[in-house]
C-alpha cells in the first residue's frame, strides 16, 4: 500500500506535508491564467515519469493544444499515451466543431451537457488502470464549465457519483473551479465535497485552505522557470 503519493512538483510536496493519499479530490481554485493549466499538466507528468497512470478530462482545451503546450517545458506527454499510462477524456473538440475523432488514449465526448458520456468515459479508463495500478492520477479541468451549461444540482449529483468512484478506485489529483465565476454557495458546496481545497492566485500565490494531510505552512510563492515549477 502506500501511504502519500508525492506530487514531484519541486517545493510543493512539502507545503502539503509529503504528498495526497490515494482516494483524494482535491479542488484547485484558479484564476484565469494558462500556468493554472501548466501546474496540472507538470502534475500529471511527473506521475508518468514514475509509471504512475494519469487520466486528464478537459473541457476547455483539445488534448491535441495541451500536449503543444506541455512541450514548451519539455514535458513529452505523447511518451506517456505510448506507455498507456496516459488516458483522456476531451469534452472540448466536437463542441468546437473540430474534424476529431476517439482513438485508443483519447474519448471524445459531447461536451459539458454530455455527463452520462463522461461518466462512462471516465469509468473506462478507471477499469484500464486498475490493470496497472493500484492508484492514479487525474485532473478535471474545469468543474466551471459545467456549471456554466447545466443546473447545479445536476453537476452535485453527478460529482456525489464520479467522486466516489475516483476515492474507491485510488484516484488522487485535482478538479479545477474558475476564481469568483461562481455564486460563493457553489464553492462552499464543492469545498465540502472535496478532500481539500488548494488556491493560486494570479501572481502565483499558492494558498492551502484545508487538506486531509497535516501541513505547517498555509501559503507560498510558486515560480514557473523553463523546465516547470518550483514553490518557494
Given at each position: 500500500?502506500?501511504?502519500l503519493?508525492?506530487?514531484?512538483?519541486?517545493?510543493f510536496?512539502d507545503?502539503i506535508?509529503?504528498?495526497?493519499p490515494?482516494?483524494?479530490c482535491i479542488?484547485?481554485?484558479?484564476p484565469?491564467?494558462i500556468e493554472?493549466?501548466l501546474f496540472?499538466?507538470?502534475?500529471i507528468?511527473k506521475?508518468l515519469?514514475?509509471?504512475?497512470?494519469?487520466m486528464?478530462?478537459?473541457m476547455?482545451?483539445?488534448p491535441?493544444?495541451?500536449k503543444?503546450?506541455?512541450?514548451?517545458?519539455g514535458w513529452?506527454l505523447?511518451?506517456g499515451?505510448?506507455?498507456k499510462l496516459?488516458r483522456?477524456?476531451d469534452?472540448?473538440?466536437?463542441?468546437?466543431?473540430k474534424d476529431?475523432?476517439?482513438t485508443?488514449?483519447i474519448?471524445?465526448i459531447?461536451?459539458?451537457?454530455?455527463?452520462?458520456d463522461?461518466?462512462?468515459g471516465?469509468?473506462?479508463i478507471q477499469r484500464?488502470f486498475?490493470?496497472i495500478?493500484?492508484?492514479?492520477?487525474f485532473?478535471f479541468?474545469?468543474?466551471?464549465?459545467?456549471?456554466?451549461?447545466?443546473?447545479?444540482?445536476?453537476?452535485?449529483?453527478f460529482?456525489?457519483?464520479?467522486?466516489?468512484k475516483?476515492?474507491?478506485?485510488g484516484?488522487?489529483?485535482f478538479f479545477?473551479?474558475?476564481?469568483g465565476?461562481?455564486?460563493p454557495?457553489i464553492?462552499m458546496?464543492?469545498?465540502?465535497?472535496?478532500d481539500?481545497?488548494i488556491?493560486i492566485?494570479?501572481?502565483?500565490?499558492?494558498?492551502?485552505?484545508?487538506?486531509?494531510?497535516?501541513s505547517a505552512?498555509?501559503?507560498?510563492?510558486?515560480t514557473?522557470?523553463?523546465?516547470?515549477?518550483s514553490v518557494?
Open positions: 500500500m502506500v501511504d503519493i508525492a506530487t514531484g512538483i519541486e517545493g510536496d507545503l506535508g509529503g504528498g495526497f490515494p482516494g483524494t479542488l484547485l481554485i484558479t484565469p491564467i493554472s493549466r496540472c499538466l507538470e502534475y507528468y506521475g515519469l514514475v509509471d504512475e497512470p494519469g486528464i478530462i478537459t476547455d482545451y483539445s491535441e493544444s495541451l503543444i503546450r506541455a512541450l514548451q517545458y513529452i505523447s511518451r499515451e505510448e506507455n496516459l483522456w477524456v469534452g472540448y473538440s466536437l463542441n468546437a466543431k476529431v475523432k476517439s485508443d488514449t474519448k471524445r459531447g461536451g459539458s451537457i454530455a455527463l452520462s463522461l461518466t462512462i471516465m469509468s473506462q484500464d486498475h490493470q495500478k493500484d492508484y492514479y492520477r485532473i479541468d474545469s468543474l466551471s464549465t459545467l456549471f456554466i451549461y447545466n443546473d447545479p444540482n445536476t453537476i452535485y449529483r460529482l456525489r457519483v464520479i467522486i466516489s475516483l476515492r474507491m478506485s484516484g488522487v489529483g479545477t473551479l474558475g476564481e465565476m461562481h455564486d454557495q464553492e458546496t464543492l469545498r465540502y465535497m472535496m481539500g481545497t488556491q492566485e494570479d501572481n502565483l500565490k499558492i494558498n492551502v485552505l484545508n487538506l486531509p494531510t497535516p505552512a498555509k501559503s507560498a510563492q510558486l514557473l522557470a523553463k523546465t516547470g515549477f518557494k
